[in-house]
């Protein structure tokens, strides 16, 4: 780790005292039409960490603590996410120019929410969500947290059958704007993007 780093040194604080945790739960998804098998999905199916259900396993520790290694096959920046990752982790963390704690991805980029999307139901579609690429998980995966209370963290089953992560009911998203670590490009974005806290609220300073 590199204490220079305040994102890095933030989340490395949240990760420890996770550490001492490990309860979460199982959330049931509902609803829809479900998604046509992936190659993500198979994979995950055939190593048993995927399920081929319409249920996700909420763990209250982080990815490496639960013995996880990689991105769980989450897209980064501009790129395309052809199937939904194996497993998302969400972390808190407080990093300028925002003074209140935030979530990001297992790689650092800043997770969204979106004013004109109603409780539990995405209205960001087509060219929205090539924009701003809702975060999915595959059907049967894991959630790894770090900061995030599991009660906040839940799921709606977006019109294309994926299965969208939410927190505190609201869908969240990544931006595409959004090339390196710890950049926040789509704060503010048409005053209805912003980046979202670990209770689901927007993070506006």
């Not at 090539?130 to 906040?152: C, E, F, H, I, M």
């Amino acid at each position: 780790m590199n204490p220079r780093n305040p994102l890095r040194a933030v989340l490395f604080a949240a990760c420890a005292v996770l550490g001492l945790t490990g309860c979460g739960k199982t959330i049931t998804i509902g609803g829809g039409t479900p998604a046509p098998a992936s190659p993500a999905s198979s994979a995950a199916d055939s190593t048993g960490s995927g399920g081929g259900n319409d249920t996700l396993q909420v763990v209250d520790k982080t990815a490496g603590a639960a013995g996880q290694t990689g991105n769980g096959g989450t897209a980064v920046g501009a790129a395309v996410q052809a199937a939904p990752p194996r497993w998302q982790q969400l972390s808190a963390v407080t990093a300028p120019p925002l003074g209140g704690p935030h979530l990001i991805n297992i790689n650092e980029a800043a997770l969204y929410r979106f004013d004109r999307d109603d409780p539990d139901k995405s209205n960001c579609d087509g060219a929205c969500a090539d924009a701003w690429p809702p975060v999915t998980v595959v059907r049967g995966g894991s959630v790894y947290l770090a900061g995030v209370n599991p009660k906040q963290v839940g799921a709606i089953r977006r019109a294309d059958g994926q299965i969208q992560l939410t927190i505190g009911s609201h869908p969240i998203y990544r931006y595409s704007g959004d090339a390196r670590p710890g950049e926040l490009n789509g704060q503010g974005v048409n005053n209805t993007w912003f980046a979202v806290s670990p209770t689901g609220q927007k993070v506006t300073r």
